[in-house]
C-alpha cells in the first residue's frame, strides 16, 4: 500500500487538477463563450486554491493575492473579453483542426510528457507536492495545445490567459512566500496581454471581418 | 455466526432479489421529478412474474444460441456478487476466485452473448443495438483497463475487497487525487454501462437512440424476463462496486454475526437507492448526447482514468 498523501497536499492535488481539467474542458468547448466561462471558472479555483495554500502556511498576503486574482480574473477578464466579442458579433463558434476525440488524446500525451519530466528529475521535499508541480506543468502543456490546435483569436487568447493560471499554480505552491510584489507584477503583465489581445482582436476583426487565424498562415504584402 | 458460504449465498441472494426494488424505486422518483405519479415501486416484481407466465417465441432463423444467451447472461450475473464486497468487509471463501478484472470478464461475457443473441435474431433493430453495444464497450474498456490500474496502484493488489479496506482506514483517502479521479471515472462508466442519460435514454421506445435497450427486442416470456431481471442485477451491480469500493464502504458487516450481517442488506439496498437517485437527477437534468457524440463523453472518463494513474505515479498521489 502506497503512502496516502497529508489532507493538505491532497487538497491541494485535486484543486490543480481541478484547473487541469478546465484546461481539458477549454479544449473540447465549442462555443467561444462558453470557453471564456471555463476560464472564469478555472481562475475561481485558482482562487480558492490561494485562499487553501494562504490558511495553511500561514501567508497572510496570498489572501490579498486571492483577493486582487478573483476580481481580476474572475470578474474583469472575462468581462472585458465576453464583451469584446459581444461586439464583433460573428463567429461564435470556435474552429479546430482535429475533431475532439483526437485533440484530448494529444493532450493526454502532452501532459504524460508533462507528468514523466518531472518524475525524471526526482524533486523530492517536505513541502513541496510534486504531483501539484507536475499537474501544473501539464496545464501549461495543454494551454499551449489549445493555442496551437484552435484556429480562432479568442481561443488563443484564452489559451494564453490559462497558461498563466498555470504559471500560477506552480508559484503558489512552489513558492508560497514568494512577495506579494512579484505575484502582482506576473497580474500586472496579464493585464498588458488582455489590451494586446483586445487590440488584436479589434483589428483582426476590423480587417478581416472574421476571428478565424485560418488565413493568416500566407505572408503578404 | 453465520456460515461464510451461507453469507456469500445471501450476497447474491441480496443482488437477485433486491435488484428489481432498486430499479423500481428509481423509475417511481423518475416519475415524481417528471410531474408524473410514477409507476409503483414494486411494479418490476409484477412485470417480471407476467412475463414468466408468458410463452416464449422465437423467430424461425435463429438457433438455439437466441435461447441460450439469457440464461448464460443471467449466470454471469450470479457470479459476479461472489467476487464483491456486497455485506462484508472480510473476504468471502470464494471471493478471492476472482479480482477485479475477472468481475470485469464476467460482466463482459454476460453483455457479448446477449449481443450475440441480438445478432442471431435476424431482425434489423436488435443488430444495430447489439453493434452499437459492442462498439462503445469497446471504448469503455480502456478506461476500466486504467480504474483498475489505479486501484492495483494505490492498494498493490487488485481485489475489490483491498481498496475498500483502504477506503475505511483513513478520511485521507478519500482526497487523494488517485482515488478521486478513478472514483469518478467509474462514476462515469457507471453512468455509461447502465444506458443513462447522456449516452442512452432507457425508458423509451424510439429504437433509433437504442444502444443497451436495442438488443433485447426480439425476446419475450420468460427469457426477456430473465435479460429485463439481468439488467437490473447488473445496474445493482455496478452501483455495489461503485458504493463499497470506492465512495461510501460503510454499513458492511465486520464479522459473521447474525444481526450485523442482516442488517447490512438494508444499509447497502439504501445506499444503492441514493445512488440511483443521483443517477435519476441526473437522468432528468441532462439531454442525451448525439451518438457520435459518446465517443467524447467516454474520452473524458479514459482522461480522469489516465490521469488517476499519473498523478499516483509523480507523488503516490
Redesign the interface.
Known amino acids: ?7 493538505y ?3 491541494t ?2 484543486l490543480t ?1 481541478l484547473v ?2 478546465t484546461e ?1 474542458a477549454m479544449l ?1 468547448a465549442p462555443l467561444l463563450r462558453s470557453q471564456i466561462r471555463l476560464y472564469a471558472f478555472q481562475s475561481l479555483v485558482v482562487t480558492v486554491l490561494a485562499i487553501v495554500v494562504a490558511a495553511s502556511r500561514h501567508v497572510p498576503d496570498l489572501y490579498a493575492l486571492a483577493a486582487v486574482t478573483f476580481v481580476l480574473k474572475v470578474v474583469l477578464v472575462p468581462g472585458l473579453v465576453l464583451r469584446l466579442m459581444r461586439k464583433a458579433d460573428t463567429d461564435l463558434a470556435g474552429s479546430s483542426v482535429l475533431g ?2 483526437s485533440m ?2 494529444i493532450a ?1 500525451l502532452v ?2 510528457f508533462g ?1 514523466v519530466t ?2 525524471t528529475l526526482h524533486l523530492h521535499s517536505d513541502v513541496l ?3 501539484t508541480l ?2 501544473s506543468v501539464a496545464i501549461v502543456l495543454v494551454a499551449f495545445v489549445l493555442i496551437i490546435l484552435r484556429q480562432d483569436v479568442v481561443s488563443q487568447a484564452v489559451g494564453f490567459f490559462s497558461l498563466e493560471n498555470g504559471v500560477d499554480v506552480a508559484s503558489l505552491v512552489v513558492a508560497a512566500g514568494l512577495p506579494l510584489l512579484v505575484d502582482v507584477a506576473f497580474l500586472f503583465d496579464l493585464l498588458v496581454a488582455v489590451v494586446v489581445f483586445g487590440v488584436i482582436m479589434r483589428v483582426h476583426h476590423g480587417r478581416s471581418n472574421t476571428l478565424s487565424t485560418h488565413d493568416m498562415d500566407r505572408l503578404r504584402g | 455466526m453465520l456460515n461464510p458460504y451461507g453469507v456469500q449465498v445471501l450476497q447474491v441472494a441480496t443482488i437477485v432479489g433486491g435488484a428489481p426494488l432498486v430499479s423500481g424505486v428509481i423509475a417511481h422518483v423518475e416519475g415524481r421529478l417528471q410531474g408524473r405519479r410514477g409507476p409503483r415501486i414494486l411494479q418490476p416484481y409484477y412485470d417480471l412474474a407476467k412475463l414468466f407466465r408468458k410463452e416464449n417465441l422465437v423467430t424461425e432463423e435463429s438457433s438455439w444460441v437466441f435461447l441460450a444467451a439469457p440464461i448464460v447472461a443471467f449466470a454471469c450475473y450470479l457470479i459476479v456478487p461472489l467476487l464483491i464486497p456486497v455485506l462484508t468487509t472480510y473476504g468471502l471463501p470464494l471471493g478471492y476466485m476472482g479480482d477485479i478484472l475477472g468481475g470485469g470478464f464476467v460482466l463482459s461475457l454476460a453483455g457479448f452473448s446477449v449481443a450475440l443473441a441480438g445478432t442471431e435474431s435476424g431482425a434489423p433493430y436488435a443488430q444495430l443495438g447489439s453493434s452499437r453495444a459492442m462498439t462503445f464497450g469497446a471504448l469503455i474498456e480502456p478506461t476500466l483497463l486504467f480504474v483498475v490500474f489505479a486501484v492495483a ?4 493488489t487488485d481485489l475489490p475487497y483491498a481498496l475498500a479496506a ?1 477506503v475505511r482506514l ?4 478519500m ?3 488517485a482515488h ?2 478513478a472514483a469518478v471515472a467509474f462514476f462515469l462508466l457507471v453512468l455509461a454501462d447502465t444506458g443513462r442519460i447522456p449516452v442512452e435514454t432507457h425508458s423509451g421506445t424510439l429504437e433509433f437512440g437504442m444502444i443497451d435497450e436495442g438488443r433485447t427486442l426480439e425476446h419475450s416470456g420468460p427469457a426477456l424476463a430473465l435479460l429485463q431481471w439481468g439488467s437490473n442485477m447488473k445496474q445493482l451491480i455496478l452501483y455495489t462496486i461503485l458504493i463499497d469500493v470506492f465512495v461510501a464502504p460503510w454499513g458492511l458487516a465486520g464479522s459473521g454475526r447474525v444481526l450485523s450481517v442482516v442488517l447490512a442488506v438494508p444499509a447497502l439496498l439504501g445506499k444503492a437507492m441514493v445512488v440511483g437517485l443521483v443517477f435519476a437527477v441526473i437522468d432528468n437534468s441532462f439531454s442525451k448526447l448525439r451518438l457520435f457524440k459518446i ?2 463523453f467516454l ?2 472518463s ?3 482514468a ?2 488517476a494513474v ?8
Open positions: 500500500m502506497g503512502s496516502v498523501p497529508s489532507t497536499s491532497g487538497t492535488d485535486l487538477l487541469l481539467l481539458f473540447r475532439v476525440a484530448i488524446l493526454i501532459s504524460v507528468f518531472i518524475t507536492p510534486t504531483p507536475a499537474i | 496502484l494505490i492498494t498493490r483502504t483513513s478520511a485521507s483517502e482526497v487523494r487525487p478521486v479521479l465517443t467524447e474520452a473524458a479514459f482522461l480522469l489516465v490521469l499519473l498523478v499516483y505515479y509523480v507523488g503516490g498521489g
